[in-house]
Protein backbone atom coordinates (compact mmCIF):
# COMPACT_ATOMS: atom_id res chain seq x y z
CA UNK A 1 0.00 0.00 0.00
CA UNK A 2 1.04 3.22 -0.35
CA UNK A 3 2.21 6.29 1.95
CA UNK A 4 -0.15 8.93 1.37
CA UNK A 5 0.96 12.43 3.59
CA UNK A 6 -1.44 13.99 5.57
CA UNK A 7 -1.61 16.90 3.39
CA UNK A 8 -2.66 14.83 0.61
CA UNK A 9 -5.44 13.21 2.96
CA UNK A 10 -6.34 16.94 4.14
CA UNK A 11 -6.71 18.18 0.45
CA UNK A 12 -9.99 15.75 0.34
CA UNK A 13 -12.10 17.45 3.27
CA UNK A 14 -15.58 17.69 1.16
CA UNK A 15 -18.63 15.60 0.24
CA UNK A 16 -17.31 15.46 -3.13
CA UNK A 17 -14.02 13.61 -2.18
CA UNK A 18 -13.88 12.60 1.17
CA UNK A 19 -10.92 10.55 2.64
CA UNK A 20 -10.23 9.64 6.82
CA UNK A 21 -7.82 8.10 8.18
CA UNK A 22 -8.72 5.06 10.49
CA UNK A 23 -5.94 3.48 12.48
CA UNK A 24 -3.06 4.92 10.35
CA UNK A 25 -4.94 3.48 7.07
CA UNK A 26 -6.35 5.95 4.43
CA UNK A 27 -10.17 5.43 2.83
CA UNK A 28 -12.11 7.37 0.39
CA UNK A 29 -15.40 6.95 1.84
CA UNK A 30 -17.05 9.46 -0.32
CA UNK A 31 -19.33 6.78 -2.32
CA UNK A 32 -19.63 5.34 1.30
CA UNK A 33 -21.21 9.05 3.00
CA UNK A 34 -24.98 8.12 2.57
CA UNK A 35 -24.92 4.24 3.03
CA UNK A 36 -23.07 4.92 6.98
CA UNK A 37 -25.83 3.44 8.92
CA UNK A 38 -24.54 6.09 11.14
CA UNK A 39 -25.08 8.86 8.86
CA UNK A 40 -23.21 11.30 6.95
CA UNK A 41 -22.46 13.92 8.69
CA UNK A 42 -20.71 12.21 11.60
CA UNK A 43 -18.11 11.00 8.80
CA UNK A 44 -17.98 14.37 7.29
CA UNK A 45 -17.24 15.55 10.63
CA UNK A 46 -13.82 14.02 10.15
CA UNK A 47 -13.23 14.65 6.05
CA UNK A 48 -9.81 14.88 5.50
CA UNK A 49 -8.32 14.21 9.16
CA UNK A 50 -7.85 10.84 11.68
CA UNK A 51 -11.58 9.94 12.62
CA UNK A 52 -10.11 6.67 14.78
CA UNK A 53 -10.75 7.95 18.44
CA UNK A 54 -14.75 8.37 17.20
CA UNK A 55 -14.73 5.69 15.00
CA UNK A 56 -13.37 3.07 17.49
CA UNK A 57 -15.79 2.94 20.18
CA UNK A 58 -18.49 2.22 17.66
CA UNK A 59 -17.40 -0.61 15.48
CA UNK A 60 -15.43 -3.36 15.80
CA UNK A 61 -11.93 -3.09 13.73
CA UNK A 62 -12.75 -4.96 10.68
CA UNK A 63 -15.89 -3.17 9.91
CA UNK A 64 -14.59 -0.53 7.63
CA UNK A 65 -12.59 -3.15 5.74
CA UNK A 66 -15.38 -5.36 5.28
CA UNK A 67 -17.51 -2.74 4.09
CA UNK A 68 -15.62 -0.45 1.77
CA UNK A 69 -14.35 -2.61 -1.84
CA UNK A 70 -10.75 -2.53 -1.75
CA UNK A 71 -10.27 0.28 -5.02
CA UNK A 72 -11.23 2.22 -1.61
CA UNK A 73 -8.01 1.62 0.29
CA UNK A 74 -6.10 4.03 -0.45
CA UNK A 75 -3.02 3.71 1.49
CA UNK A 76 -0.85 4.02 4.76
CA UNK A 77 -0.92 7.49 6.24
CA UNK A 78 2.59 8.21 5.98
CA UNK A 79 4.19 9.16 9.67
CA UNK A 80 6.51 11.61 9.28
CA UNK A 81 3.79 13.74 7.85
CA UNK A 82 1.69 13.32 10.57
CA UNK A 83 1.47 16.24 12.67
CA UNK A 84 1.47 15.73 16.07
CA UNK A 85 -0.86 17.48 17.73
CA UNK A 86 -0.87 17.68 21.19
CA UNK A 87 -4.24 16.66 22.18
CA UNK A 88 -5.78 19.69 23.73
CA UNK A 89 -6.73 18.63 27.48
CA UNK A 90 -10.21 20.12 27.85
CA UNK A 91 -11.90 21.46 30.85
CA UNK A 92 -14.51 17.97 30.43
CA UNK A 93 -11.30 15.56 30.34
CA UNK A 94 -9.83 17.36 33.30
CA UNK A 95 -13.01 17.00 35.20
CA UNK A 96 -13.75 13.40 34.18
CA UNK A 97 -9.71 12.95 35.34
CA UNK A 98 -11.23 13.95 38.76
CA UNK A 99 -14.10 11.93 38.89
CA UNK A 100 -12.03 9.05 37.57
CA UNK A 101 -9.32 10.15 40.53
CA UNK A 102 -11.56 9.92 43.09
CA UNK A 103 -13.63 6.89 42.55
CA UNK A 104 -14.23 4.69 45.94
CA UNK A 105 -11.39 2.29 46.00
CA UNK A 106 -12.84 -1.34 45.29
CA UNK A 107 -12.76 -2.51 48.42
CA UNK A 108 -15.84 0.30 48.96
CA UNK A 109 -17.66 -1.42 46.40
CA UNK A 110 -20.36 -3.45 48.18
CA UNK A 111 -23.29 -4.17 45.98
CA UNK A 112 -23.91 -4.46 42.39
CA UNK A 113 -25.94 -0.79 42.72
CA UNK A 114 -23.05 1.07 43.55
CA UNK A 115 -21.16 -0.02 40.00
CA UNK A 116 -23.55 2.04 38.66
CA UNK A 117 -23.24 4.97 40.42
CA UNK A 118 -19.65 5.51 40.17
CA UNK A 119 -20.08 4.71 36.45
CA UNK A 120 -22.74 7.35 36.00
CA UNK A 121 -20.14 9.51 37.65
CA UNK A 122 -17.08 8.48 35.76
CA UNK A 123 -18.57 7.46 32.10
CA UNK A 124 -18.58 10.44 29.21
CA UNK A 125 -22.19 11.79 28.71
CA UNK A 126 -23.19 10.44 25.64
CA UNK A 127 -22.05 6.86 27.02
CA UNK A 128 -24.07 6.83 30.21
CA UNK A 129 -27.26 7.95 28.01
CA UNK A 130 -26.33 5.09 26.07
CA UNK A 131 -26.19 2.49 28.66
CA UNK A 132 -28.31 3.77 30.97
CA UNK A 133 -31.50 4.82 28.75
CA UNK A 134 -34.68 2.61 28.26
CA UNK A 135 -37.49 3.48 25.77
CA UNK A 136 -40.35 6.06 26.39
CA UNK A 137 -41.09 6.84 29.58
CA UNK A 138 -38.71 4.34 31.12
CA UNK A 139 -41.62 2.73 33.06
CA UNK A 140 -40.81 -0.92 32.28
CA UNK A 141 -37.01 -0.61 33.52
CA UNK A 142 -38.35 0.88 36.86
CA UNK A 143 -41.03 -2.30 36.71
CA UNK A 144 -37.63 -4.58 36.20
CA UNK A 145 -36.33 -3.88 39.52
CA UNK A 146 -40.07 -3.07 41.25
CA UNK A 147 -41.19 -6.55 40.27
CA UNK A 148 -38.37 -8.40 42.03
CA UNK A 149 -39.78 -6.34 45.26
CA UNK A 150 -42.80 -8.03 45.13
CA UNK A 151 -41.84 -11.29 45.40
CA UNK A 152 -41.38 -12.24 49.21
CA UNK A 153 -39.54 -15.49 50.31
CA UNK A 154 -40.85 -17.64 52.97
CA UNK A 155 -37.52 -19.09 54.48
CA UNK A 156 -37.03 -22.79 55.74
CA UNK A 157 -35.60 -23.44 59.14
CA UNK A 158 -33.32 -26.04 60.60
CA UNK A 159 -31.89 -27.58 57.33
CA UNK A 160 -28.43 -27.93 58.42
CA UNK A 161 -27.24 -25.08 56.20
CA UNK A 162 -23.41 -26.25 56.85
CA UNK A 163 -22.46 -26.00 53.50
CA UNK A 164 -24.06 -24.45 50.59
CA UNK A 165 -23.45 -24.82 46.63
CA UNK A 166 -25.01 -22.27 43.91
CA UNK A 167 -23.12 -23.60 40.92
CA UNK A 168 -24.94 -25.07 38.11
CA UNK A 169 -25.08 -26.04 34.07
CA UNK A 170 -26.24 -23.89 32.12
CA UNK A 171 -27.31 -25.58 28.80
CA UNK A 172 -24.83 -28.09 29.42
CA UNK A 173 -21.88 -25.73 30.56
CA UNK A 174 -20.71 -25.64 34.32
CA UNK A 175 -21.04 -22.44 35.59
CA UNK A 176 -19.91 -21.05 39.02
CA UNK A 177 -22.97 -18.99 39.21
CA UNK A 178 -26.93 -19.29 38.36
CA UNK A 179 -26.19 -15.98 36.34
CA UNK A 180 -24.49 -15.58 33.09
CA UNK A 181 -23.50 -12.02 31.55
CA UNK A 182 -25.87 -10.95 29.20
CA UNK A 183 -25.22 -9.18 26.10
CA UNK A 184 -24.53 -5.55 25.71
CA UNK A 185 -23.48 -3.08 22.57
CA UNK A 186 -20.41 -0.89 22.34
CA UNK A 187 -18.35 -1.84 25.11
CA UNK A 188 -15.56 0.73 24.48
CA UNK A 189 -18.05 3.71 24.73
CA UNK A 190 -17.15 2.36 28.89
CA UNK A 191 -13.52 1.52 28.57
CA UNK A 192 -11.35 0.83 26.74
CA UNK A 193 -10.76 -2.94 26.67
CA UNK A 194 -14.46 -3.03 26.19
CA UNK A 195 -15.88 -6.98 26.05
CA UNK A 196 -12.62 -8.64 26.57
CA UNK A 197 -12.98 -7.62 30.49
CA UNK A 198 -16.05 -9.61 30.55
CA UNK A 199 -14.17 -12.15 28.54
CA UNK A 200 -11.47 -12.46 30.47
CA UNK A 201 -13.31 -12.26 34.40
CA UNK A 202 -15.38 -14.71 32.94
CA UNK A 203 -12.56 -17.43 32.45
CA UNK A 204 -11.14 -16.53 35.34
CA UNK A 205 -14.08 -16.93 37.80
CA UNK A 206 -16.09 -19.52 35.83
CA UNK A 207 -19.20 -17.30 34.37
CA UNK A 208 -20.11 -17.84 31.27
CA UNK A 209 -20.37 -14.57 28.68
CA UNK A 210 -22.94 -13.50 25.89
CA UNK A 211 -20.93 -12.15 22.87
CA UNK A 212 -23.23 -9.57 21.59
CA UNK A 213 -22.80 -8.95 17.84
CA UNK A 214 -22.87 -5.37 18.29
CA UNK A 215 -19.25 -5.50 20.77
CA UNK A 216 -17.08 -2.86 19.79
CA UNK A 217 -14.28 -5.76 19.92
CA UNK A 218 -14.45 -8.26 17.09
CA UNK A 219 -16.06 -11.37 17.75
CA UNK A 220 -12.49 -13.40 17.25
CA UNK A 221 -10.77 -10.54 19.55
CA UNK A 222 -12.87 -11.58 22.01
CA UNK A 223 -12.66 -16.03 21.27
CA UNK A 224 -8.79 -15.44 21.22
CA UNK A 225 -9.16 -13.85 24.55
CA UNK A 226 -11.01 -16.43 26.36
CA UNK A 227 -9.32 -19.46 27.87
CA UNK A 228 -9.10 -22.75 26.21
CA UNK A 229 -12.26 -24.41 26.63
CA UNK A 230 -14.69 -21.40 27.99
CA UNK A 231 -17.90 -21.54 27.57
CA UNK A 232 -19.18 -18.74 25.33
CA UNK A 233 -22.75 -18.02 24.44
CA UNK A 234 -23.83 -15.31 21.17
CA UNK A 235 -26.63 -13.30 20.95
CA UNK A 236 -27.37 -12.95 17.37
CA UNK A 237 -28.77 -9.46 15.35
CA UNK A 238 -30.30 -11.45 12.09
CA UNK A 239 -29.12 -9.78 9.11
CA UNK A 240 -31.11 -9.05 5.76
CA UNK A 241 -29.12 -10.28 4.43
CA UNK A 242 -28.85 -13.98 5.48
CA UNK A 243 -25.35 -15.45 3.94
CA UNK A 244 -23.94 -13.16 6.71
CA UNK A 245 -25.44 -14.42 9.24
CA UNK A 246 -25.09 -18.02 8.12
CA UNK A 247 -21.45 -16.91 8.18
CA UNK A 248 -21.24 -15.68 11.36
CA UNK A 249 -23.39 -18.32 13.03
CA UNK A 250 -21.01 -21.07 11.53
CA UNK A 251 -17.68 -19.37 12.15
CA UNK A 252 -19.37 -19.13 15.82
CA UNK A 253 -20.23 -22.59 16.02
CA UNK A 254 -16.33 -23.15 14.31
CA UNK A 255 -14.21 -21.32 17.16
CA UNK A 256 -16.46 -23.57 19.72
CA UNK A 257 -19.75 -21.27 20.97
CA UNK A 258 -22.22 -23.15 22.59
CA UNK A 259 -25.16 -21.76 22.09
CA UNK A 260 -26.86 -19.42 19.75
CA UNK A 261 -29.53 -16.24 21.53
CA UNK A 262 -31.93 -15.02 19.15
CA UNK A 263 -32.68 -11.41 19.72
CA UNK A 264 -36.78 -11.21 18.77
CA UNK A 265 -37.77 -8.31 20.77
CA UNK A 266 -35.84 -5.64 18.13
CA UNK A 267 -37.33 -5.62 14.50
CA UNK A 268 -36.90 -2.12 15.16
CA UNK A 269 -35.11 -0.13 18.15
CA UNK A 270 -36.88 1.15 20.92
CA UNK A 271 -36.58 4.95 21.28
CA UNK A 272 -34.24 5.83 24.08
CA UNK A 273 -35.03 9.90 24.55
CA UNK A 274 -31.82 9.90 26.67
CA UNK A 275 -29.37 8.72 24.64
CA UNK A 276 -31.67 10.87 21.71
CA UNK A 277 -31.12 14.39 23.63
CA UNK A 278 -27.24 13.31 23.62
CA UNK A 279 -27.03 13.66 19.95
CA UNK A 280 -28.23 16.75 19.29
CA UNK A 281 -26.11 17.90 21.76
CA UNK A 282 -22.70 16.40 20.42
CA UNK A 283 -23.58 16.72 16.68
CA UNK A 284 -23.95 20.54 16.79
CA UNK A 285 -20.37 21.12 16.22
CA UNK A 286 -19.82 19.04 12.85
CA UNK A 287 -17.37 20.66 10.52
CA UNK A 288 -19.37 20.26 7.39
CA UNK A 289 -22.92 21.36 7.60
CA UNK A 290 -25.45 18.82 5.87
CA UNK A 291 -29.23 19.34 4.23
CA UNK A 292 -32.05 17.68 5.33
CA UNK A 293 -30.97 14.41 3.61
CA UNK A 294 -29.37 13.04 6.74
CA UNK A 295 -31.86 12.06 8.91
CA UNK A 296 -30.48 9.43 10.88
CA UNK A 297 -27.77 10.85 12.66
CA UNK A 298 -30.47 12.15 15.55
CA UNK A 299 -31.78 9.03 16.42
CA UNK A 300 -29.31 8.07 19.08
CA UNK A 301 -26.21 5.72 18.28
CA UNK A 302 -27.84 2.27 18.57
CA UNK A 303 -30.36 2.88 16.30
CA UNK A 304 -28.22 4.95 13.91
CA UNK A 305 -26.08 1.42 13.91
CA UNK A 306 -29.31 -0.78 13.87
CA UNK A 307 -30.32 -0.72 10.18
CA UNK A 308 -29.07 -4.09 9.24
CA UNK A 309 -31.64 -5.84 11.64
CA UNK A 310 -34.28 -8.04 9.59
CA UNK A 311 -37.33 -6.89 10.42
CA UNK A 312 -39.15 -9.65 8.29
CA UNK A 313 -37.56 -12.47 10.70
CA UNK A 314 -40.53 -14.73 11.66
CA UNK A 315 -41.41 -18.12 12.76
CA UNK A 316 -40.82 -19.52 9.41
CA UNK A 317 -37.04 -18.64 9.36
CA UNK A 318 -36.46 -21.09 12.37
CA UNK A 319 -35.84 -24.61 10.34
CA UNK A 320 -33.60 -22.42 8.15
CA UNK A 321 -31.36 -21.49 11.74
CA UNK A 322 -31.56 -25.19 12.90
CA UNK A 323 -30.77 -26.44 8.95
CA UNK A 324 -27.39 -24.07 9.38
CA UNK A 325 -26.26 -24.58 13.09
CA UNK A 326 -26.41 -27.47 15.44
CA UNK A 327 -25.87 -24.86 18.08
CA UNK A 328 -28.32 -24.86 21.30
CA UNK A 329 -30.85 -22.30 19.91
CA UNK A 330 -32.87 -19.72 22.31
CA UNK A 331 -34.90 -17.38 21.43
CA UNK A 332 -34.49 -13.68 23.23
CA UNK A 333 -36.67 -11.78 24.16
CA UNK A 334 -40.16 -13.89 24.60
CA UNK A 335 -43.09 -12.10 26.85
CA UNK A 336 -45.68 -14.91 26.89
CA UNK A 337 -47.03 -18.23 27.12
CA UNK A 338 -48.32 -18.40 23.90
CA UNK A 339 -44.76 -17.63 22.43
CA UNK A 340 -42.91 -19.34 24.64
CA UNK A 341 -45.46 -22.85 23.95
CA UNK A 342 -44.39 -21.78 19.82
CA UNK A 343 -40.65 -21.84 20.65
CA UNK A 344 -41.34 -25.30 22.71
CA UNK A 345 -42.77 -26.73 20.12
CA UNK A 346 -40.65 -25.73 17.45
CA UNK A 347 -38.19 -27.50 18.88
CA UNK A 348 -35.62 -25.08 19.99
CA UNK A 349 -33.47 -24.98 23.44
CA UNK A 350 -34.86 -22.55 25.11
CA UNK A 351 -36.23 -18.83 25.80
CA UNK A 352 -35.24 -15.81 28.03
CA UNK A 353 -38.07 -13.52 29.44
CA UNK A 354 -36.66 -10.31 28.51
CA UNK A 355 -37.97 -6.94 27.47
CA UNK A 356 -34.37 -6.24 26.61
CA UNK A 357 -33.73 -3.69 29.41
CA UNK A 358 -36.66 -1.86 29.22
CA UNK A 359 -35.26 -0.60 26.01
CA UNK A 360 -37.76 -1.92 23.52
CA UNK A 361 -42.11 -2.08 24.60
CA UNK A 362 -42.62 0.34 27.31
CA UNK A 363 -44.66 -0.64 29.69
CA UNK A 364 -44.01 -4.39 28.38
CA UNK A 365 -44.16 -6.47 31.77
CA UNK A 366 -41.13 -7.93 33.49
CA UNK A 367 -39.16 -10.98 33.01
CA UNK A 368 -40.09 -12.18 36.52
CA UNK A 369 -44.14 -11.47 35.97
CA UNK A 370 -43.77 -13.31 32.93
CA UNK A 371 -41.96 -16.28 34.50
CA UNK A 372 -44.77 -18.37 36.58
CA UNK A 373 -47.59 -18.03 33.91
CA UNK A 374 -44.77 -19.25 31.06
CA UNK A 375 -43.83 -22.11 33.97
CA UNK A 376 -47.51 -23.32 34.08
CA UNK A 377 -47.87 -23.17 29.90
CA UNK A 378 -44.61 -25.14 29.81
CA UNK A 379 -46.03 -27.89 32.18
CA UNK A 380 -48.49 -28.57 30.01
CA UNK A 381 -45.94 -30.39 28.01
CA UNK A 382 -44.50 -32.44 30.76
CA UNK A 383 -42.53 -32.24 34.27
CA UNK A 384 -40.29 -29.06 34.43
CA UNK A 385 -37.57 -28.60 35.14
CA UNK A 386 -37.56 -29.87 31.93
CA UNK A 387 -33.91 -31.22 30.85
CA UNK A 388 -34.24 -30.37 27.26
CA UNK A 389 -35.72 -26.90 28.06
CA UNK A 390 -34.42 -23.78 29.55
CA UNK A 391 -36.48 -20.21 30.50
CA UNK A 392 -34.31 -17.47 31.26
CA UNK A 393 -35.11 -14.51 32.55
CA UNK A 394 -32.81 -11.15 32.39
CA UNK A 395 -33.95 -7.35 33.55
CA UNK A 396 -33.44 -5.14 36.58
CA UNK A 397 -31.24 -8.15 38.29
CA UNK A 398 -29.06 -6.69 40.38
CA UNK A 399 -28.77 -9.21 43.85
CA UNK A 400 -28.40 -12.68 44.82
CA UNK A 401 -31.97 -12.94 46.42
CA UNK A 402 -33.68 -11.67 42.80
CA UNK A 403 -31.74 -14.76 41.40
CA UNK A 404 -32.83 -16.82 43.74
CA UNK A 405 -36.59 -15.96 43.47
CA UNK A 406 -36.53 -16.28 39.68
CA UNK A 407 -35.12 -19.87 40.41
CA UNK A 408 -36.94 -20.68 42.89
CA UNK A 409 -40.57 -19.89 40.41
CA UNK A 410 -38.68 -22.10 37.59
CA UNK A 411 -36.48 -20.04 35.83
CA UNK A 412 -33.17 -22.22 34.92
CA UNK A 413 -30.40 -19.30 35.21
CA UNK A 414 -30.42 -15.45 34.88
CA UNK A 415 -28.95 -13.22 33.02
CA UNK A 416 -27.00 -9.81 34.33
CA UNK A 417 -26.38 -7.00 31.51
CA UNK A 418 -26.10 -3.29 32.58
CA UNK A 419 -24.96 -4.97 36.22
CA UNK A 420 -21.28 -6.01 34.70
CA UNK A 421 -21.26 -3.45 32.06
CA UNK A 422 -21.49 -0.61 35.07
CA UNK A 423 -18.70 -2.94 36.73
CA UNK A 424 -16.22 -2.73 34.13
CA UNK A 425 -17.20 0.86 32.88
CA UNK A 426 -16.07 1.90 36.32
CA UNK A 427 -13.01 -0.64 37.14
CA UNK A 428 -12.53 -2.60 34.13
CA UNK A 429 -11.69 -6.43 34.58
CA UNK A 430 -11.16 -6.04 38.29
CA UNK A 431 -14.44 -4.51 38.90
CA UNK A 432 -16.26 -7.69 37.24
CA UNK A 433 -13.64 -9.72 39.24
CA UNK A 434 -15.16 -8.08 42.58
CA UNK A 435 -19.06 -8.30 40.91
CA UNK A 436 -18.49 -12.03 41.17
CA UNK A 437 -17.48 -12.12 44.37
CA UNK A 438 -20.10 -9.98 45.71
CA UNK A 439 -22.56 -12.31 44.34
CA UNK A 440 -20.67 -14.85 45.21
CA UNK A 441 -20.86 -13.62 49.55
CA UNK A 442 -25.04 -13.09 48.38
CA UNK A 443 -25.76 -16.34 47.11
CA UNK A 444 -23.99 -17.99 50.02
CA UNK A 445 -25.43 -15.91 52.87
CA UNK A 446 -29.07 -15.77 51.42
CA UNK A 447 -29.29 -19.77 50.83
CA UNK A 448 -28.39 -20.70 53.79
CA UNK A 449 -30.53 -17.58 54.97
CA UNK A 450 -33.39 -18.99 53.18
CA UNK A 451 -32.99 -22.71 54.02
CA UNK A 452 -31.55 -24.35 50.75
CA UNK A 453 -28.22 -26.10 50.43
CA UNK A 454 -28.32 -26.13 46.76
CA UNK A 455 -30.27 -24.76 43.93
CA UNK A 456 -32.29 -27.48 43.43
CA UNK A 457 -33.55 -27.52 46.93
CA UNK A 458 -34.98 -24.09 45.78
CA UNK A 459 -38.65 -24.87 45.24
CA UNK A 460 -41.76 -22.52 44.73
CA UNK A 461 -43.11 -22.72 48.15
CA UNK A 462 -40.45 -21.13 49.35
CA UNK A 463 -41.10 -17.45 47.44
CA UNK A 464 -45.26 -15.72 48.34
CA UNK A 465 -45.49 -14.26 44.40
CA UNK A 466 -49.18 -13.40 44.77
CA UNK A 467 -48.48 -9.91 44.81
CA UNK A 468 -46.27 -9.81 41.44
CA UNK A 469 -49.36 -8.98 39.17
CA UNK A 470 -51.17 -6.25 40.99
CA UNK A 471 -49.10 -2.71 40.01
CA UNK A 472 -50.74 -0.79 42.19
CA UNK A 473 -48.63 1.29 44.17
CA UNK A 474 -47.36 5.30 43.90
CA UNK A 475 -47.22 6.22 40.55
CA UNK A 476 -43.52 5.96 39.35
CA UNK A 477 -41.54 9.57 39.23
CA UNK A 478 -40.92 10.43 36.14
CA UNK A 479 -36.88 10.50 35.75
CA UNK A 480 -36.77 10.54 32.58
CA UNK A 481 -38.52 14.06 32.52
CA UNK A 482 -36.73 15.38 35.41
CA UNK A 483 -33.15 13.79 34.36
CA UNK A 484 -32.87 14.83 30.62
CA UNK A 485 -36.18 16.99 29.09
CA UNK A 486 -35.56 19.37 31.79
CA UNK A 487 -31.85 19.97 31.22
CA UNK A 488 -32.45 19.88 27.64
CA UNK A 489 -35.02 22.44 28.25
CA UNK A 490 -32.73 24.23 30.82
CA UNK A 491 -30.31 24.79 27.80
CA UNK A 492 -32.91 25.84 25.45
CA UNK A 493 -34.66 28.48 27.93
CA UNK A 494 -31.60 29.16 30.06
CA UNK A 495 -33.76 32.01 31.99
CA UNK A 496 -36.08 29.51 32.63
O1 LIG B 1 -30.28 -2.25 23.27
C1 LIG B 1 -29.49 -1.89 22.41
O2 LIG B 1 -28.94 -0.79 22.45
C2 LIG B 1 -29.23 -2.81 21.32
O3 LIG B 1 -29.64 -3.91 21.38
C3 LIG B 1 -28.52 -2.39 20.11
C4 LIG B 1 -29.04 -2.71 18.87
C5 LIG B 1 -28.40 -2.27 17.74
C6 LIG B 1 -27.26 -1.52 17.82
C7 LIG B 1 -26.73 -1.21 19.06
C8 LIG B 1 -27.36 -1.65 20.20
Redesign the pocket.
Known sequence: MSLVSSAAVAEHASRDSCWIVVHGKVYDVTDFLDEHPGGSKIILKYAGADATEAYEPIHPPNAITDNLPTDKHIGTVDPDTVVKVVKEVTEEDKRRQALLDARPPLDEIINLHDFEAVAKAVLPPKAWA?YSSASDDEITIRENRAAFQRVWFRPRILRDVTSVDWSTTILGQKSSLPVYISA???GKLGHPDGELNLTRAAGKHGVIQMIPT?ASCSFDEILDAALPGQPLFLQL?VNRDREITKKYVQHAEKRGVKALFI?VD?PQ?GR?EKDMRMKFVGDAGAKVQEGQKDIKQDQG???A??SF?DPSLSWKDIPWFRSITNMHIILKGVSTPEDALLAYDAGLQGIVLSN??G?QLDTARSGLENLPPIIAALKTRGPWPNPNFSVFIDGGVRRATDVLKALAMGASAVGIGRGFLYAFASYGQEGVEKSFQILREEFEMNLRLLGARNLSELTPDMVDASGLHQHVGLTPADNLFNATCKLHLSSLYPTR
Request: glycine share 6%; charged share 15%; hydrophobic share 45%.
Open positions: YTALLYTALRVARISIHGR
